[in-house]
């Protein structure tokens, strides 16, 4: 089920996910696909909380740059 979940996220919320994405390649070197599900899902990394934690960390390390360069900004 938290597999399923984490697949719906990627379309529900993307940009969540692009930015949890690059968090976690950024700061533990791991693809999206290697996140493990619990993780990916769970409120450390993706309820209102956890999701400005990772953004606070994009931004203060200048990762959002790389981010909204590739961002076609569609959400739908």
Same mark, same amino acid.
């Given at each position: 089920?938290?597999? *399923?979940? +984490?697949?719906?996220?990627?379309?529900? #919320?993307?940009?969540?996910?692009?930015?949890?994405?690059?968090?976690? +390649?950024?700061?533990?070197?791991? $693809? #999206?696909?290697?996140?493990?599900?619990?993780?990916?899902?769970?409120?450390?990394? #993706?309820?209102?909380?956890? #999701? *400005?934690?990772?953004?606070?960390?994009?931004?203060?390390? @200048? +990762?959002?740059? *790389?981010?909204?360069?590739? $961002?076609?900004?569609? @959400?739908?």
């Amino acid at each position: 089920m938290l597999e *399923t979940a +984490k697949i719906v996220i990627r379309y529900w #919320f993307p940009t969540q996910s692009q930015e949890l994405a690059l968090y976690c +390649k950024s700061r533990y070197n791991m $693809d #999206f696909d290697a996140i493990p599900a619990r993780e990916a899902v769970g409120s450390e990394r #993706f309820s209102g909380n956890g #999701f *400005t934690q990772v953004h606070e960390w994009l931004a203060s390390n @200048g +990762k959002l740059d *790389t981010l909204n360069q590739n $961002d076609s900004s569609c @959400g739908v």
